[in-house]
């Protein structure tokens, strides 16, 4: 079946950049995500990408899309305290259900 | 963001007690959902809804029921609450491919 994996929790010092993996497993899928949610709140689409495209900017985050390995990866550079939230990985396949598959997620703890 | 709202924001009931959470959208979105977020096990889907009177169950459903009588009403409904129903509820809408999410109901059964 489908599957998201993400790796817990990432910590990096204020002004790093942050690199926040996932990796699935339906080779069909079409949509991928980023979610970010802050404490108490709901989640927030950060970006999404294509799979027939390897790579999207948007200010300081960099969506990376490896196809093959089906890897995909979230750069957030300059990482600011702000940036502190649980980050979520999701794929939505081609095919059947149009109901997205999400990760666990991952914390990233910015520390200043 | 989508103008999604739920309500109640947090609620405490009592075991047995039938509860009803509502998730209103003003951007005319097709599709509605209904998860449930608990430490260890992520998000998960309850039910969703497809269009008006359009629904059908996600991977937790037992327990729970919804009705969408408008576009832009999806209610959620505990028959007859139980502790492990105690979570953070989310609603989420989205027009195609893209969901967007309201800010969540914190349930807490006695």
């Known amino acids: 079946g489908e599957d998201v994996e993400q790796s817990l929790f990432l910590s990096v010092r204020e002004g790093d950049s942050s690199v926040i993996n996932c990796t699935y497993t339906d080779s069909s899928s079409t949509y991928l995500y980023w979610y970010k949610q802050e404490p108490g709140a709901g989640l927030q689409l950060l970006t999404y990408?294509?799979?027939?495209?390897d790579m999207k900017q948007d200010q300081r985050l960099t969506v990376l899309l490896n196809k093959k390995d089906k890897h995909l990866s979230l750069r957030i550079a300059d990482t600011q305290t702000g940036d502190s939230a649980i980050y979520f990985c999701?794929?939505?396949?081609?095919?059947?259900?149009?109901?997205?598959?999400f990760g666990r997620g991952t914390s990233l703890i910015v520390h200043p | 963001d989508a103008g999604i709202t739920q309500s109640p924001r947090h609620k405490v009931t009592e075991t047995g007690t039938p509860v009803t959470l509502r998730c209103h959208q003003t951007?005319?979105?097709?599709?509605m959902y209904w998860y449930r977020q608990d430490p260890g096990h992520g998000l998960r889907l309850i039910h969703y809804s497809y269009g008006v009177k359009d629904t059908d169950k996600g991977e937790v459903s037992d327990g729970y029921s919804v009705s969408r009588s408008k576009t832009e009403d999806f209610l959620l409904t505990l028959e007859s609450a139980t502790s492990s129903q105690t979570s953070v509820y989310f609603c989420a809408t989205g027009p195609t491919y893209e969901q967007y999410f309201g800010p969540g109901t914190r349930l807490t059964v006695t």
């Open positions: 990408i294509f799979s027939n495209m």
């Open positions: 999701a794929e939505r396949a081609s095919r059947g259900s149009y109901i997205p598959t």
């Open positions: 951007e005319n979105h097709r599709y």
